[in-house]
């Protein structure tokens, strides 16, 4: 779906940002983008939906060079949501998921049934369309966010942190949502955030980028397990290990250790046995 090769950009003319850049999506994968502040994740995704261009290098979507897309076509075939998701604040949420189909000339009627749908798929209720975004919540304003990317029926959906605003709660029930919903429509993401936990959770592939360039690209397991790196087993490190434990086994320990009350000594010895 999106091919990456060898991309260069500095912004300056002297400090490269994005250094040798090649990476893979694939039709159906949830690629997640990690790495330190500064590596470049934004300047990628900015790159795949042409706002701005590379130095050197290459990058093709569904098999067609990036210059040789139409600019307005390739937006409407790329969902963009980001972390500020720019609501427009005088238009109700109805109008706001529906704004790109009232450009392609989409009826009003067409456009209603579309955002119901769309709002009802991200969780929420038909009647918040006739609300205002200063009437939203930010996780509903998320949510919002990821209706509006939908809503032209994109293949690829470029997702640049966006539950790093709302508290943790939200952001658990967002993940959790997403992850059910590329299930189900099963679109191509490509999602970057600083979260180690939340890259590890969602991404079919997570791919560390490092100085502008792939540290590593592959399944959790890979990164944990068989980091190609110092620089990979450090960045991942205890918080990467926790994240696979969250998934079941330290609930198991929870309740081995909670039913059979424990003192904290017993406890103790029973986590080191276990
Ligand atoms: N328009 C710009 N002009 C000049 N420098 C820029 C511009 N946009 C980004 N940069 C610089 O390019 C580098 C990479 O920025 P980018 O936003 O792609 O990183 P990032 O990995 O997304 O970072 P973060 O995790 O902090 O969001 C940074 O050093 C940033 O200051």
Not at 89 to 109: C, F, Q, R, W
Not at 132 to 159: C, F, I, K, N
Request: some cysteine; charged content about 30%; hydrophobic content about 40%.
């Amino acid at each position: 779906m999106i091919e990456v090769r060898n991309v260069f950009k500095s912004y300056d003319g002297s400090t490269s940002v994005l250094d040798g850049l090649s990476l893979d999506v694939k039709d159906g994968e949830f690629v997640t983008l990690l790495g330190p502040s500064g590596c470049g994740k934004t300047t990628l995704l900015k790159m795949i939906n042409k706002l701005i261009l590379c130095d050197k290098g290459n990058i093709k979507f569904k098999g067609k060079n990036l210059e040789a897309w139409d600019t307005i076509k390739l937006r409407r075939s790329i969902g963009y949501v980001i972390q500020q998701i720019g609501l427009f604040p005088h238009m109700n949420i109805e109008d706001n998921i529906g704004y790109v189909l009232s450009l392609e000339g989409v009826k009003t009627a067409e456009r209603h049934e579309k955002a119901v749908e769309l709002i009802e798929l991200v969780g929420m209720d038909r009647d918040m369309l006739n609300r205002y975004p200063t009437e939203l919540s930010g996780g509903q304003s998320q949510r919002v966010g990821v209706a509006r990317a939908l809503a032209a029926d994109p293949e690829v959906v470029l997702m640049d942190e966006p539950f790093g605003a709302v508290d943790e709660i939200a952001r658990t029930a967002l993940q959790d949502e997403l992850l059910a919903l590329q299930k189900k429509l099963g679109k191509t993401i490509l999602f970057v955030t600083h979260d180690i936990q939340e890259a590890l959770k969602l991404g079919s592939k997570i791919v560390l980028l490092k100085d502008g360039r792939v540290e590593q690209a592959g399944t959790k397991e890979a990164l944990l397990f068989e980091p190609a790196s110092d620089f990979v087993k450090n960045f991942l490190g205890l918080k990467g290990f926790k994240s696979i434990l969250n998934e079941g086994i330290m609930n198991e320990i929870y309740e081995k250790v909670v039913s059979e009350h424990k003192t904290m000594d017993e406890v103790y010895s029973k986590l080191q046995e276990i």
